[in-house]
């Protein structure tokens, strides 16, 4: 009982970085048609940029992890936003630019980190309290893992608030059904796309952060092979929904931890069998095209 | 000086040349019907002067008392801004949006105008919590038509909006044009020939891309004729 309640809540752990980065990923395709493959890098430089802060800074681990996540999530979404505005925007509606755009990104990205940081991987600042565990139905988990979860429902609740009851968010929802008819009522959709990149590249450096808590250190490999599960998960969960992509993620991640237990390291076979079986029974995903 | 002048726009979707240099002009007040056989380029033309397909040629605006606008160089939201209504053909509701989010996203400053859109269509009101995808063709129909009333747009641009309609509405949605003609300056795409005679003032037809025909509405559509050869229908019928 006590191992699975370690893997359930770890996978739900696992499933939460899961959902940061993917959620982003979802509305930015949903909304722009954009398959965003620097995606991974705007968690890689939030990683980085929490680390680096954090070397400079005074105070214990929290107030180093803290501060430093602060700067992470600015750079994030302000590199994202630029991205937008610099590379996406003069390559509008011209999808195979933008992927070769995005992919060069991420390589130059990837590149300059290991340039300026080196390619080994460098301890993240944890407070103690993160590393200690809970004792849950016998299972000793470590904290660090409600801290990831609790993050990842704050953003899904606050990203829903968002879409729900403001006037971006009205039109990102009309934007992911339909982009033309939002400029058709007069409304400039671009500002929409700029402050869905932000978005999407804020959350993206929270995962980079809560991934840095997670393993204990940060690489320059990171983002890139958290955005291949990332893109899995946006798949099964249907781009465009945020409702879909947490469900999707909290399955990825609890399916990876159970197969990797249970069948000695089968885990990522088991997500892609997972995401095989999505697109044969619903190919659509779990909630299509409708940002809720 | 008319409204609106279009001159020699060109269209071209994928390899077909779709607008063939359709030139043509809408005077201020009325309402003008584009007509024309289906496909011959009635929708895009609406389109275009939209910006919401790429375009080359001239779509001149002109206010009383205003300088011109040239709106082909400019983006879509900045031409509806200069007080344009669009109603689509096939409506293009926000199907997961309730019918207030519809009506909300299309506000555009302080003074929309929910009276007359209630005034018109009383079933928007008692709908407001509806998902605009659950509701009947006819009832998306009101809501893509108060989308465009909600503003104060000078001009409204209407793509055959009784597509598929059921007698009763498309009298209803007739009465509604006729309506939205006392406040502004309609240009409208529309197969129904009974519904045209009922509201329109003068008509552009459309051929092959081209325009073929523009003047006074009555001095086609009382010519059974010329409404046979040029349309390909009996005047006066239902198409």
Sequence with gaps: MSTFVLLTITGLGLGAMYFLIASGLSLIYGLMGVLNFAHGAFLTVGAYVTWWTSTHVGGGPGVKLLVGALAGLAVGALLAGLVELVLIRPLYRRHIEQVLVTVGLALALGALVQAIWGVDARAFPVPDWMIDTTTILGANIANDRFVEIAAAVLVFVGLTAFLRYTRFGLIIRAGVENRAMVTALGIDVRRAFTLVFALGGAVAALAGVLSGVYFGVVDPGRGTSLLIFAFIVVVIGGFGSIGGTAVAAVAVGLVQQYANYYTTGLGDLAVVLLLALVLLLKPEGLAPKVAH | ?239
């Design chain 2, 1 to 239: 000086m008319a409204l609106i002048s279009v001159r020699d726009l060109h269209v071209y979707l994928g390899e077909s040349h779709v607008l063939q240099g359709v030139s043509f002009e809408v005077e201020e007040g009325g309402v003008t019907a584009l007509l024309g056989r289906n496909g011959v380029g009635k929708t895009t033309t609406l389109r275009a002067m939209l910006g919401l397909v790429p375009r080359r040629g001239s779509v001149r605006l002109q206010f009383k008392g205003g300088a011109g606008e040239e709106l082909v160089r400019a983006p879509t939201h900045q031409i509806i801004r200069r007080g344009i209504g669009y109603v689509p053909e096939d409506r293009d509701v926000f199907a997961g949006l309730t019918v207030d989010e519809n009506l909300r996203l299309a506000e555009r400053n302080g003074n929309a105008r929910y009276e007359l859109v209630y005034e018109l269509f009383p079933e928007l009101k008692t709908r407001g919590a509806q998902k605009a995808g659950t509701l009947s063709g006819g009832q998306q129909q009101m809501v893509a038509i108060a989308r465009a009333l909600l503003n104060e747009n000078p001009i409204l641009l209407v793509d055959e909006p009784t597509k598929g309609l059921a007698p009763l509405l498309v009298t209803e949605v007739a009465a509604a044009l006729e309506r939205a003609a006392e406040l502004a300056t309609v240009l409208l795409v529309e197969q129904n020939l009974a519904v045209v005679q009922r509201v329109a003032t003068s008509v552009v037809v459309v051929d092959g891309g081209r325009v073929v025909h523009s003047g006074p509405a009555r001095e086609l559509l009382d010519s059974p004729e010329r409404v046979q050869a040029m349309l390909g229908v009996h005047g006066g019928g239902h198409r």
